[in-house]
């Protein structure tokens, strides 16, 4: 059974650029979730993705958006960087959007400067 | 607002002893609360999952409880290892929203030889 796998495991940008990060879901699951983690703090709910479609979404700008592909992977997408987004950026699939625990990848850890 | 409060904010035991941390919440409605383990680095991992219903969950030397009318939720550490210090967040799902997930800052744990 392979895990949740994120890429890149690092990135620095440019504030004002764009940057894409994957993941891929654990086998079998059909349900991507994507989190921000700011140093010190909880994850924030970014979006979920079930079967291709947004499954509900948090408090973020529209220039976070997001993919889910027909192999259930995903992308992140951020347009316009901020200083304030650098941050570790997590990925969780699940069975289902229910009571199926998340099965999160290890990271992108993203420094905008 | 929906909240998730967790204390204490950080905390040392000896290896060997037992722990016990706290998980305080706003969420509502409640739908089911969720304890996971981040190891510094690593992505976190689910230690239990509890609905309105059950009021303990065990695995292995974590016990997690839940009281839904004072909406409080305690993980208890059975004889620490050193592996067991990371930090622990708790997560509370509102009923009809499994998708979007309220996270604690976490708790620090150091277990010390």
Same mark, same amino acid.
């Given at each position: ?20 990060? *994957? ?19 909880? !994850? ?12 509900? *979404?948090?408090?973020? !700008? !529209? ?20 200083? =304030? ?10 069975? =289902? ?11 992108? *850890?993203?420094?905008?400067? | 607002? #929906? ?15 037992? /722990?016990?941390?706290? /998980? ?5 409605p ?6 996971y ?21 065990? #695995? ?29 967040i708790c ?21 010390r030889?």
């Amino acid at each position: 059974e392979t895990g949740v796998t994120q890429s890149p495991t690092h990135l620095i940008k440019t504030r004002g650029q764009q940057v894409t990060l *994957r993941c891929s879901s654990q086998s079998g699951h059909n349900t991507v979730s994507w989190y921000q983690q700011a140093l010190g703090q909880g !994850p924030q709910f970014i979006f979920q993705y079930y079967r291709e479609e947004e499954n509900g *979404r948090g408090n973020f !700008p !529209p220039r976070f958006s997001g993919l889910q592909f027909p192999n259930y992977s995903s992308e992140l997408n951020v347009n316009a960087l901020e200083l =304030d987004d650098s941050a570790l950026y997590l990925c969780a699939s699940s069975l =289902d959007t229910g009571l199926s625990p998340l099965h999160f990848g290890n990271g992108t *850890r993203l420094t905008v400067t | 607002k #929906n909240q998730v409060e967790q204390s204490p904010q950080s905390l040392i035991i000896l290896e060997g002893k037992n /722990c016990t941390l706290q /998980c305080n919440y706003t969420v509502s409605p409640f739908s089911n609360l969720r304890w996971y383990k981040q190891d510094t680095g690593r992505g976190p991992v689910s230690l239990t999952i509890m609905t309105f219903s059950e009021n303990t969950k065990s #695995n292995g030397r974590y016990t997690a409880t839940l009281d839904a009318d004072t909406k409080q939720s305690s993980l208890h550490i059975t004889a620490s290892q050193l592996s067991d210090s990371a930090s622990y967040i708790c997560v509370v799902s509102k009923t009809g929203a499994n998708s979007k997930l309220t996270f604690g800052k976490g708790i620090t744990l150091s277990v010390r030889p």
